[in-house]
Nanobody, 121 residues
Framework: QVQLVESGGGLVQAGGSLRLSCAAS????????MGWYRQAPGKQRELVAT???????NYADSVKGRFTISRDNVKNTVYLQMNSLKPEDTAVYYC???????????????WGQGTQVTVSS
């Protein structure tokens, strides 16, 4: 079993900042990439940012220069620092981990329950 527990969402005014955290726990052998996705009402889930175990990052164009993803490999935790937030950043943010369980042969994708981020204008 694996759990991805997110925290740090909330309500913030435009221009403000929030920091999301996601900790993975359970029978984990290895984590490849971790990342954040978001889904706004009436829209499909979209990639926000990902980071590999080696620290390589990838960002959606809409958040480049404003969001920073980081990771603590010892704690199996990924963070998303969000600055200069805009109303269009409002969404449910989901943590993702591409990992291998101790008893598994292959890697698989696991998701957190989601955390709401609301940016008011």
């Amino acid at each position: 079993q694996v759990q991805l527990v997110e925290s740090g969402g909330g309500l913030v005014q435009a221009g403000g900042s929030l920091r999301l955290s996601c900790a993975a726990s359970g029978s984990i052998l290895s984590i490849n990439s971790m990342g954040w996705y978001r889904q706004a009402p009436g829209k499909q889930r979209e990639l926000v940012a990902t980071i590999t175990s080696g620290g390589n990052t990838n960002y959606a164009d809409s958040v480049k220069g404003r969001f920073t993803i980081s990771r603590d490999n010892v704690k199996n935790t990924v963070y998303l620092q969000m600055n200069s937030l805009k109303p269009e950043d409002t969404a449910v943010y989901y943590c993702n981990a591409h990992l291998r369980l101790t008893y598994a042969i292959y890697y698989g994708d696991y998701w957190g329950q989601g955390t709401q981020v609301t940016v008011s204008s």
